[in-house]
């Protein structure tokens, strides 16, 4: 979950400003704070798991998408 | 008519028992301590979301908070023109159950700020400022970590008339240094389109003994005053 561009990221500014620009990575054009949750769950297959977890994203209103864009990554399975 | 109120408590509240005491020992208004579970609307006249915090703030502050039960009777409560107000961790709350637009994201400074500070009144229309005068500049304080105001939708709560309160200068004028926490348009509290649902994240409760305030003002009052009001117009 990252916060939408129109929202101010000052997290993300002050690493950028007072950490990475300072040491003198100043090719580091861009820097946006988020959020990350780990989450298991048992689903027929990997679409089904990301389908699940968008809608309860959505309908438990774990991410704000007043402020935040929700991003899905790395859908894998476990072994058994 | 006896005019009762609730204030809910969620794990985490720590301004509960400031505002009892004004609703009931300054104020003179019947008011009751409810654990948000247990909570029942059709018990009071109107209901006090306190500040502090609730659940740990986890994910983000007054998530958690906003899917309790409380919240489906708050919900029940404005339906039958019940004022509900939220105060800093409850203006949280409200926002992210979705009965007040916009959402409060972390001070600009990212730090927490506590300290006196002015609002200008912009809509006394509400159920919680019908006893302020337009454009007056109320002394109030702050105590907050994420009371940065955002909205992707600004335009509509002006055409609305739902932006309250301002963060201003003691001149009354909007600036960069009258804004504590860099809200959009420096928004201090918003309301419902029908105006009786009240957030804002100054504390109106800190704010109502002239003994605490150091300009000696009752400012805050005027919300409990306006609440007041507003109940017995309507019955």
Sequence with gaps: MTLKSAARDPVADTIQRDLIAKKGYDMVSHVRSGQYLKISLQAEDKDSAKDIIVQMCNDLRIYNPVTQKLNILNVTEANQ | MNIKIAIIQFPGSNCDLDALHVLNNVMSIETKLIWHNDFKGSQFDGAILPGGFSFGDYLRSGIIAAHSPAIDEARQMLKEDKPIIGICNGFQILTEAQLLPGALLQNDSLKFICKWIKIRVENNQTAFTNQMKSGSILNIPIAHGEGRYFTDNLKELEDNNQIV???????????????????????????????????????????????????????????????????????
């Design chain 2, 165 to 235: 309160f301002k963060y201003v200068d003691s001149n009354g004028e909007m600036g960069e240094s009258s804004n504590p926490n860099g809200s959009l348009e420096n928004i201090a509290g918003v309301c419902d389109l029908e105006q009786k649902c009240l957030g804002l994240m100054p504390h109106p409760e800190r704010a109502s003994e002239s003994i605490l305030s150091p300009e000696s003002t009752t400012h805050g009052r005027l919300f409990f005053e306006s609440m007041k009001n507003f109940i017995e117009k309507r019955s």
